[in-house]
Nanobody, 124 residues
Framework: VQLQASGGGLVQAGGSLRLSCETSGQITSGNVMGWFRQAPGKEREFVAALRWNGGNKDVADSMKGRFTISRDYAKNTVYLQMNSLKPEDTAVYYC??????????????????WGQGTQVTVSS
């Protein structure tokens, strides 16, 4: 399984970006696909997750209302739409895949496959 994250870049505060995570290999119905981010000197932070087949979706409280996670079954791709970006959103964003239960979605240790990360920089 390989995950390829893309879509990062430099954007001004208030702007938008859409990150993509294309996955090779099988994604089963119970898999959870997640997005995390890590800023310099900080721990990896949960951003959003969804269950591949089902209605479960979640976005971290600090990003609710600004970030949206979605999927495209045909493309085996997960998206993270980020609106109203703030300088504190600057980080490397990673996508990941987990086979564990939905309740463990916010823990990075729950994920066994990771993409390479894509840099998001928000200028003030």
């Amino acid at each position: 399984v390989q995950l390829q994250a893309s879509g990062g870049g430099l954007v001004q505060a208030g702007g938008s970006l859409r990150l993509s995570c294309e996955t090779s290999g099988q994604i089963t119905s119970g898999n959870v696909m997640g997005w995390f981010r890590q800023a310099p000197g900080k721990e990896r932070e949960f951003v959003a997750a969804l269950r591949w087949n089902g209605g479960n979706k979640d976005v971290a409280d600090s990003m609710k209302g600004r970030f949206t996670i979605s999927r495209d079954y045909a493309k085996n791709t997960v998206y993270l739409q980020m609106n109203s970006l703030k300088p504190e959103d600057t980080a490397v964003y990673y996508c990941a895949k987990s086979s564990l239960i939905w309740g463990a979605r916010a823990r990075s240790t729950s994920y066994n496959y990771w993409g390479q990360g894509t840099q998001v920089t928000v200028s003030s």
